[in-house]
């Protein structure tokens, strides 16, 4: 019987994970139309750069707009795929995604609503926390070759 070796304990590699764990997290909420959840993943001074340009800043002013947001109109599902995540020190990380939404019903993406997404945290206390998460639609107007580029990265994550 042969011992498959131990790997070697890599902070850098655990911490991406958390990062990752974390942007799933906020997905997962969404997607729940949770707005509670969403909340509880970011630090007491996050902000939200929402699709519109509107911003939200702190915890109880992103909780009170998602809300209102799932009150007020029929969201879809997101579903992400991270790009990158890169760390700017040990505690403190940007994390960039693709996104697109499917609404209810239907099983392809809505293309208008593809979007950049873009989420800062920081490590507090052995934990991490959105600073910031900004969504950015990713229109490519005129540019319909990389929309359809982006539309395929995305299906294939469904």
Not at 28 to 57: H, M, P, T
Not at 66 to 88: C, M, N, P, Y
Not at 119 to 128: E, F, H, I, K, P
């Amino acid at each position: 019987m042969s011992s498959k070796p131990i790997p070697a304990y890599d902070p850098q590699r655990l911490a991406e994970t958390e990062v990752r764990a974390l942007y799933r997290q906020m997905i997962n909420s969404w997607n729940r139309r949770c707005a509670n959840a969403i909340g509880e993943l970011f630090a007491e001074e996050g902000s939200v750069i929402q699709c519109d340009g509107l911003e939200l800043k702190g915890r109880d002013e992103i909780v009170s707009g998602h809300k209102q947001i799932f009150e007020d109109h029929h969201t879809g599902a997101f579903v992400g795929k991270v790009r990158s995540v890169t760390f700017l020190d040990t505690e403190a990380a940007v994390l960039r995604a693709a996104a697109g939404m499917v609404m209810p019903g239907e099983t392809d993406f809505d293309k208008g609503l593809n979007a950049i997404q873009t989420l800062t945290a920081v490590r507090n206390d052995g934990r991490w926390q959105v600073v910031l998460f900004q969504n950015t639609p990713a229109l490519f107007r005129d540019r319909p070759d990389e929309a359809a580029a982006l539309a395929d990265e995305l299906r294939r994550q469904l």
